[in-house]
């Protein structure tokens, strides 16, 4: 097998549109949809909606996240965190579908789109999205590359919670309704708890491959079994914080529907938690990722249902 020198510097071939799309790893996605519904809905709520800042919001949001990916995917090859074994990334570079240069370019473009459409936002809402737009930025490049390289440092569920979590949620209700919100803060907890599970479930996946490489993901520094319960706590944490919000007025009651997708969170908790062997987990990552995605449409449509009620 060619070493890791001699596959980074190939002759550069174009790359077929679906290894650009498996690369952006589209099943983890949701992670960017859920908090710009949920922040959006509650300020329709509250009254607001702008469809051109809802798009562009949502579509900064995204690149965002398929940036991120792009860097991880580079970042941990260059810093041979990963192999041409790894379940934990796409190996396109082992695989020579495209080169380390193209990987790292791929990340490039979209934040400069991401970047564009925050410029957007700025001229639309004001100079303060400036720090929204430089702090996702700066959380989603540093998550994996040096010097804080927060992934392999246990920081990675942090940093996942504040920004797909807090910032994307209650930044896309500012960009619409310009003040602080405590709803739109309570809102983003539950968001958070659920995109940070779908990161654990990802580091429970990869716990024996980041173990090799001493990657400090929380399991590896805590142990297979706590990220099994940590799995659990997030899930069920996420149902829970919202009940304690709509018992104290912070959301209007109708959020309380999203127990319906519960039996959802139920079977995977419990599946996760029985789990022996990797594929499980590998199935465990798109269910919470789908979970995600239900679980933020539902409040989102249960916020917008309470402007009836």
């Known amino acids: ?25 589209p099943f983890t996605l949701t992670a960017a949809v859920s908090p710009v519904l949920v922040g959006t809905a509650l300020a329709g709520y509250e009254g607001t909606f702008h469809i051109w800042t809802f798009l562009a919001t ?24 990963d192999h041409a074994g790894s379940l934990g990334a796409m190996t396109v570079i082992f695989k020579q579908e495209m080169t380390a240069g193209q990987v790292l370019g791929g990340g490039i473009f979209c934040f400069v789109v991401a970047a564009l459409l925050g410029v957007a936002l700025i001229f639309a809402v004001g100079p303060e999205i400036i720090l929204f737009g430089l702090a996702g930025i700066l959380i989603a490049y540093f998550y994996s590359a040096k010097p804080f390289k927060f992934s392999s440092r246990g920081l990675g569920d942090v940093m996942v919670f504040l920004a797909m979590g807090v910032l994307m949620t209650w930044g896309s209700y500012y960009v619409q309704i310009h003040h602080w919100s405590w709803s739109a803060l309570a809102a983003s907890i539950p968001i958070g708890f659920l995109v940070t599970s779908i990161l654990n479930m990802n580091n429970v996946r990869d716990y024996q491959d980041d173990l090799a490489v001493n990657k400090g993901t929380l399991p590896v520094r805590f142990g297979l079994k706590f990220g099994q319960r940590f799995h659990a706590a997030l899930l069920f944490g996420s149902y829970l914080a919202t009940t304690i919000f709509v018992i104290s007025r912070l959301l209007p009651w109708p959020c309380l529907l999203v127990w319906l997708t519960f039996p959802l969170a139920y079977t995977n908790v419990r599946s996760v938690l ?4 990797r594929k499980t987990f590998i199935v465990g990552i798109k269910k919470t990722s789908m979970l995600h995605l239900v679980f933020g449409v539902v409040l989102a449509v249960s916020i917008l249902l309470a402007i009836f009620l």
């Open 58 to 81: 949502f579509f900064s949001c995204l690149f965002l996240q398929i940036g991120t990916n792009y860097f991880n995917e580079y970042f941990d090859y260059r810093y041979g965190l």
């Open 1 to 25: 097998m060619r070493d890791a020198r001699s596959i980074s510097q190939r002759t550069a071939q174009p790359v077929a549109l679906k290894t650009w799309v498996k690369t952006s790893r």
């Open 274 to 277: 029985q789990a022996t062997e």
